[in-house]
């Protein structure tokens, strides 16, 4: 009895140690010049550190099991014993504006080995501190997912015309397991027609059209087909009460989508002030916080005293997804949107606006 208790758990090890094993990473580096000190792998963002490695002797190697079958963007720096710190970036093959184009990211695939003198680079128009650097590593060999990454050029997604879409399409038909394409096509989607997106996803290949990104992109755009039979939801305004985001009696609405945490959505408030106490009547302006923290979204609010609607929503709520929808939100603010009554987008613009750019955005021009 006991015998076959203790087989039966040898087989639920040698199970789960095999089923992890198909989602770890292991990152091995070689580097002559780097010092001794303490090496970061984070994921997706510079400051999400996930784990942590002594350097020694110019060598280190560090491993990841993530808990999910897609692959993940990650990156690392290190921190010397001076307290100098080194923030990675690797050569690709990728073109930005015909120029090239560095990636401070890896994907999680199997193996990443890391070899070759770091080379130190300034960028132009930027001062750094001397206890930061930005260095490179002349060479990284990675898995698919990786290579995939470094042969897509970084301004793919920075245009939406048709010469964009066609070679979006062959990117994919080149590279039709990549989840940076994915992952890409998903936070842009609201740029796509639902008509492209669907062409887009019948070009994926293989695992990854099993991925719960993938799924979830899929079903997304199914909504998006019916997305004017669906009704608007009320937003919580700066009261609490929940109302209309659109007042009738406007003709038309500059509908601006911000958050507190957000630099260049802070630092245009000012120019929306004198903007709108110089508007005509006819147009209303409203505010769209993404705050996920309402505390700090009433803080802000108080400091920035802006005289107009202010409503609220996260990602969290059920009624994020149609404000998505029907607004073409994406992940980037600010973002503003000017509309008629219907909810018809007029025009669109994402990023720190000027005050002309603005005058003219608002008189359609």
Known sequence: MHYKLLSSLIIAFFILSCSNNKYKTVISGNIPNLPDGKLYL?????????DSVET???KFE????????EAQYLGIEHI??????????????????????????????????????????????????????LVKSPKIS????????????????NNFDAPSI???KNKIKQYPYSYHLLYNIDYNKNSFSPQQIDEFVKLFKGEITESESF?????????????????????????????EILDPKYKKHLVVF??????????????????????????????????????AWKKALKEEQMNWRQFIINEKDQAYEKIQMRFRLNGAIPYTVLTDNNFKIIKSTVGLSSEKDLQDFIKNK
């Open 166 to 168: 066609l070679l979006i």
């Open 215 to 243: 799924r979830k992109l899929s079903a997304y755009n199914k909504k998006r087909f019916n997305e004017k039979n669906t009704a608007m939801p009320l937003l919580e305004n700066a009261s609490g009460k929940k109302s």
């Open 62 to 69: 560090i491993m990841y099991i993530r808990k999910t079958a």
């Open 258 to 295: 911000w958050a507190s945490w957000c630099g260049p959505c802070r630092q245009e408030i000012p120019l929306l002030k004198t903007i709108y106490n110089r508007k005509d009547s006819d147009l209303e302006f409203i505010s769209i916080s993404i705050d996920a923290d309402k505390n």
């Open 56 to 58: 020694h002797k110019e």
């Open 42 to 50: 984070y994921k997706d963002k510079y400051n999400d550190r996930i």
């Open 142 to 157: 990675a898995g698919m997912q990786t290579k995939a990454l470094y042969n897509i050029d970084c301004d793919l997604f």
């Open 80 to 133: 010397d014993r001076l307290g100098i710190k080194r923030s990675f970036s690797f050569p690709t093959n990728a073109k930005y504006k015909g120029s090239g184009c560095q990636s401070q990211y890896f994907f999680s695939d199997s193996i990443i080995l890391i070899n070759g003198e770091l080379e130190e680079f300034k960028p132009k128009n930027l001062i750094l501190s001397p206890q930061y650097k």
